[in-house]
């Protein structure tokens, strides 16, 4: 069956960056999903399409693709932004959806 | 503002079934493909299912673990997805959340499945 591989932790000092990365092989074809989980909460999309941002999501949030690789940066980051990111695409065939394994993300 | 609203969740026992629904307001439903995905306690996101949207014959696909037990359907008319499980397990047990398109999310129905 299809993965998405994500680190599963990454630690970030406040204000610094930090670059959470997903692969898979269908990346360079199917687009890629970032979504932010905070603890008790339903997950919200950060970055869509690989590197649209929704209009209510901070401008340090943005996202890249490289072949086989997504990634999420979050260039100057806040305490806020601690929680769970998901990388999501679909296989291949556009029909079976995938999460990545989650990243946990610590801002201390 | 739009919003989707889970329900149908509470406990099982192993073996039986349940049926969660999902309903929109706020915004466009039948334009969206709906997704269901389910979160463990403590775990990470599973996608277990989606349907699509009239125009694409609400093709449905499902990912290996429900395939065979678990159906999703429609109501356009009443804005409503519906996510049916049968012969439920105690791995089942989790919040199950819906999603119009890649976004929004509903905030989730815990279903659990225990003796």
């Known amino acids: 069956s299809y993965e998405l591989t994500q680190p599963p932790s990454v630690s970030v000092s406040p204000g610094q960056t930090v670059r959470i990365t997903c692969s898979g092989d269908a990346l360079p074809k199917k687009y890629a999903y970032w979504y932010q989980q905070k603890s008790g909460q339903a997950p919200v999309v950060v970055i869509y399409e690989d590197k649209k941002r929704p209009s209510d999501i901070p401008e340090r949030f943005s996202g890249s693709t490289s072949g086989t690789m997504a990634t999420l940066t979050i260039r100057g980051a806040q305490v806020e932004d601690e929680g769970d990111y998901y990388c999501?695409?679909?296989?291949?065939?556009?029909?079976?959806?995938?999460f990545g394994g989650g990243t946990k993300v610590t801002v201390l | 503002e739009g919003q989707l609203v889970e329900s149908g969740g509470g406990l099982v026992q192993p073996g039986g079934s349940l049926k969660l629904s999902c309903t929109a307001s706020g915004f466009s439903f039948s334009g969206f493909a709906v997704h269901w995905v389910r979160q463990a306690s403590g775990k990470g996101l599973e996608w277990i299912g989606r349907i699509r949207i009239k125009s694409n014959e609400y093709a449905t696909s499902y990912s290996e673990s429900v395939k065979g037990r678990f159906t999703i359907s429609r109501d356009d008319s009443r804005n409503t997805a519906s996510l049916y499980m049968s012969n439920l397990k105690t791995e089942d047990t989790a919040v199950y959340f819906c999603?119009?398109?890649?976004?929004?999310w509903g905030q989730g129905a815990l279903v659990t499945v225990s003796a």
């Open positions: 999603r119009l398109g890649f976004d929004p």
């Open positions: 999501y695409s679909t296989d291949i065939s556009g029909d079976l959806g995938v």
